[in-house]
C-alpha cells in the first residue's frame, strides 16, 4: 500500500474516533468500533505482506475475529439484553467536546511532539494522525458517562496505539502479540461481565450515578 | 529450573482448583502450592545472590537480577502467609453465610493465577512479556475485588478495572518508545538486557517521552499519586488477604519495572531526569496520603492511604539514589512484610465486629487482645517507631535526601509525622475505650493469627540482622541500578 492509502485508512481510524465521542447511540458506536477495528487489521495485513511471517497472518485472523466480531457481538448483545439503546451523556456539552476534539487533534500534529511522531521520518502524518486517535480515545473515555462507551474508549485506545506502533516500525514479534490479543480477549469478556454486574446492581449504565463508595 | 516449577505448579493448582468439587482439596493443594513456591523463591534468590543474575533455561524467557530475586523471595513469603490465612479466613466467611462454596472455589483459581501472573511479571527476561503479565494481574484481581458482590465492590472494582487498564496502556506505549533502540526486523525477542545495551541508540528526547508513559502506567499500579484514585476502593472492597497481596507484592513489582525503565532511560540522559520525576510523585504520594489519613474513617481506607504513603517514601528513596537506593530497597521488604500482618489483622477486626468503619470498632484490645497487639505492632512499624527496620530505612532515605534536596526531605519529615500522629488517633480509637454491645470477646481462630506473628518476628530479626544472602542482594540492587 502506498503512503496515501496508508493515510486514507489513519483517517478513517480518527474519524471513527471523533463519531465515537459524538454519537448519542450505543449500536452506532459499536459498530464503529468495528469499522475501526477492521481498518487496524486492514493495515496490520498490509504490514504482514512486507514481512511475509507466516504466525503473523494467524495473529491477524485472530484479531479479526476477536475484534472485528465477537467484541461488537458481545456489546450487541448487551445493549439487547439491558435495552441501552442510547449512551449515557458526556460531561461536557457537544460544541465544546468539538472543540477539545480539535485542540487534542492540533496538539498531535504540532512540532512539540515532533520527536514521536518522526520516529520514522516519512510516517510522519501517519504518526500524527495515530497520535491524535490515541489522544481522542483517551478523551472518549474521560468524557463519556456510560460503562459501555469506557469500554469501547479503552479498546479504540489499544487499536490507537497498535496503529502508532505499525507505522513506527514497533511491531512486536507475532508470538508476543498472540499474548497481547489473548490479554485483550480475556479484558473484553470480563469487561463485558462487569457490565452485566453494574447493571444488575445499579440499574443503569451511567457511571455519575454510582456513588456506593463513599464511607 | 525452579521459576519453571513455580509457575508449573501454580497453574496446575489453579487447574485442580477448578476441577475439584471438594473444599479440602482445593485448601490443601492451595497450601502445598504456596508452600513449594517458597522454598522454591528462596532456592531462586540464593542463587542469584550466589551468581548476580540467574538465567533459567536458554534464557528466551526468564532472567533474574538481584532485584528480581528480592521480589521472587517477597512474593513466595507473603503468597504463604496469605494462603494459610485465606483458608481460614474463607472458612469462616463460609461459616457465616456470607460467602458460599463457589465463590471459595472462585476464589482460590483466581489466587493461583495472581500468583502465577506476579511471579511471570517478576521474571521475565521481556518488558512486553512483563507487561502483558501485569495486565494479567489486573483481570485476575478484578473478580477478586468484586468478590463480594456488593454494589459498593462491583464499583471499586470497575474503577480498578478501567483506571489500571488505562494506565497500563500508557504503560505499554511508553514500553514500545523504548524499542525504538533497536531494529526489531532483525532483533528477535527483546530482552531487558538487549534494552539496555542499546540505550544509546535511543534519542534522548523519546527515553524522556517513554519514562515519563512509563512511569504514569504502571505508577498507576503501584498507586503513586495522582494516579491512586483507585487504590482505597479497590483495598477496602477486597477480601483483607487479597488487599494484602495487592499492597505487598504488586505494588513492588510495579515498582521493579519502573525501576528497570529508570535504569534504561538514565543510560540515554543520566540521572537528574528520573530521579526528579520519582522525588516529584513521591512527595505529593507522601503528602496527599498523609492529609487524607487523618481524617480517615474507615480502617482498610486508612491501610490503602498507608501503601500510597509508602509507595512514596520509596520513590523518594529510589529518587535520591546512593544510600536513599539502598534504603528504599530494603523499605521494600520491610513494607511488603508489615502489610501482610495490617492487612490480614484488619480481615480479623472484620470478621469480629462485621464493620470496617473506625468509628463502630472500639476496645478491640479487650475483644481480641492478640490482633490488637498484632495490629498496633503494625502500626509502629509502619510508621517508622524504633527499633524497628522501618525506622532506619526512613531515616535513611531522609538524610540522603538532605544533601541535595533539603526543602523535599524536610517536608516529607513533616508528612510522615503527620502519617504517625494519624495512625495513633484512630489505632486509639479503635483499640481503647468500651467495646459495642453484642460483640463477644475471644480472639480469632490460631491460622487467622499466625501468619501475622510470623511476620512480625521476620520483621524483628531483619530489623536487626539482614542475612548475608539478603544484604548481597540488596547491595547488587544498589550497582545496578
Not at chain 2, 425 to 437: D, I, L, Q, R, S
Amino acid at each position: 500500500m502506498n503512503l496515501l492509502t496508508l493515510q486514507f485508512l489513519s483517517e478513517i481510524i480518527l474519524l471513527s474516533v471523533i463519531f465515537l465521542l459524538i454519537m448519542k447511540k450505543n449500536f452506532s458506536a459499536v459498530s464503529f468500533y468495528s469499522l475501526q477495528s477492521l481498518v487496524v487489521v486492514i493495515i496490520l495485513l498490509n504490514s504482514f505482506f512486507e514481512t511475509k511471517e507466516l504466525l503473523m497472518l494467524l495473529v491477524i485472523f485472530i484479531m479479526f475475529i476477536v475484534k472485528v466480531i465477537i467484541a461488537p457481538l458481545f456489546f450487541i448483545r448487551l445493549i439487547k439484553k439491558y435495552a441501552l439503546s442510547f449512551s449515557a451523556s458526556t460531561y461536557l456539552s457537544t460544541p465544546i467536546t468539538l472543540i477539545i476534539i480539535t485542540i487534542l487533534v492540533f496538539i498531535a500534529h504540532s512540532q512539540r511532539l515532533l520527536p514521536l511522531t518522526s520516529i520514522v521520518a516519512n510516517h510522519q502524518i501517519l504518526l500524527s494522525l495515530a497520535l491524535s486517535s490515541m489522544f481522542l480515545s483517551l478523551f472518549l473515555i474521560v468524557n463519556r458517562k456510560g460503562a459501555l462507551s469506557q469500554i469501547i474508549g479503552i479498546l479504540s485506545f489499544e487499536n490507537s496505539i497498535v496503529v502508532f506502533a505499525v507505522f513506527a516500525n514497533l511491531e512486536q514479534s507475532a508470538s508476543l502479540q498472540l499474548g497481547i490479543i489473548f490479554d485483550i480477549f480475556i479484558w473484553i469478556m470480563i469487561a463485558s461481565i462487569f457490565i452485566s454486574m453494574l447493571y444488575k446492581h445499579f440499574g443503569t449504565l451511567n457511571v455519575s450515578s454510582m456513588k456506593k463508595l463513599k464511607d | 529450573m525452579e521459576i519453571f516449577f513455580i509457575i508449573t505448579t501454580l497453574f496446575i493448582t489453579a487447574i485442580i482448583n477448578l476441577l475439584s468439587k471438594r473444599k479440602v482439596i482445593i485448601e490443601v493443594v492451595s497450601v502445598i502450592s504456596s508452600l513449594v513456591s517458597l522454598i522454591l523463591s528462596v532456592v531462586v534468590a540464593l542463587k542469584v545472590a550466589s551468581t548476580g543474575i540467574y538465567i533459567p533455561g536458554s534464557g528466551r524467557f526468564f532472567s533474574i537480577d538481584a532485584l528480581g530475586g528480592i521480589i521472587v523471595l517477597v512474593l513466595g513469603l507473603v503468597g504463604f502467609a496469605t494462603t494459610i490465612y485465606s483458608v481460614e479466613y474463607l472458612r469462616q466467611e463460609v461459616h457465616k453465610n456470607v460467602i458460599g462454596f463457589t465463590r471459595m472455589k472462585q476464589y482460590f483459581i483466581l489466587l493461583n493465577i495472581f500468583f502465577l501472573a506476579m511471579f511471570l511479571a517478576a521474571t521475565s527476561s521481556n518488558p512486553i512479556f512483563a507487561w502483558i503479565s501485569i495486565e494479567a494481574t489486573t483481570l485476575s484481581t478484578a473478580f477478586l475485588i468484586s468478590f463480594y458482590d456488593k454494589p459498593s465492590a462491583i464499583e471499586g472494582a470497575w474503577k480498578y478495572l478501567i483506571i489500571n487498564s488505562i494506565g497500563l496502556l500508557l504503560g505499554f506505549f511508553g514500553t514500545l518508545l523504548f524499542f525504538t533502540s533497536i531494529d526489531l526486523s532483525s532483533a528477535g525477542l527483546v530482552d531487558w538486557h538487549s534494552l539496555a545495551i542499546n540505550a544509546t541508540h535511543l534519542d534522548p528526547l523519546l527515553a524522556k517521552i517513554a519514562f515519563v508513559f512509563v512511569l504514569i502506567g504502571y505508577g498507576t499500579k503501584v498507586g503513586l499519586v495522582p494516579m491512586h484514585t483507585w487504590k482505597p476502593d479497590a483495598y477496602s472492597k477486597a477480601p483483607a488477604p487479597i488487599g494484602a497481596l495487592l499492597s505487598s507484592a504488586l505494588l513492588p513489582i510495579a515498582f521493579v519495572i519502573i525501576l528497570r525503565y529508570k535504569a534504561i532511560t538514565d543510560m540515554v540522559v543520566g540521572p537528574l531526569f528520573s530521579q526528579r520525576l520519582l522525588i516529584t510523585f513521591g512527595i505529593l504520594s507522601i503528602a496527599v496520603a498523609a492529609l487524607i489519613m487523618f481524617n480517615a474513617k474507615n480502617y482498610k481506607r486508612l491501610l490503602a492511604y498507608s501503601s500510597i504513603e509508602n509507595a512514596g517514601v520509596m520513590a523518594l528513596g529510589f529518587g535520591f539514589g546512593g544510600l536513599g537506593f539502598f534504603a528504599a530497597t530494603l523499605h521494600l521488604i520491610y513494607h511488603s512484610c508489615v502489610k501482610v500482618v495490617l492487612f490480614l489483622s484488619s480481615g480479623n477486626l472484620l470478621l469480629k465486629y462485621n464493620s470496617a468503619k473506625i468509628f463502630n470498632v472500639k476496645g478491640t484490645l479487650k475483644v481480641i487482645p492478640i490482633t490488637s497487639v498484632l495490629f498496633i505492632t503494625g502500626f509502629l512499624i509502619v510508621t517508622g517507631v524504633p527499633p524497628f527496620g522501618m525506622f532506619m530505612t526512613k531515616l535513611y532515605i531522609l538524610s540522603a535526601g538532605m544533601k541535595d534536596y533539603p526543602f523535599v526531605s524536610l517536608i516529607a519529615l513533616f508528612f510522615l509525622s503527620l502519617v504517625f500522629v494519624s495512625f495513633l488517633k484512630h489505632v486509639t480509637a479503635m483499640f481503647f475505650g468500651e467495646k459495642p454491645e453484642g460483640i463477644k470477646k475471644g480472639d480469632n481462630n490460631i491460622w487467622l493469627l499466625i501468619p501475622q506473628i510470623s511476620m512480625v518476628v521476620i520483621i524483628i530479626i531483619l530489623s536487626f540482622y539482614l542475612p548475608p544472602f539478603l544484604k548481597t542482594l540488596i547491595n547488587e540492587v544498589v550497582l545496578q541500578y
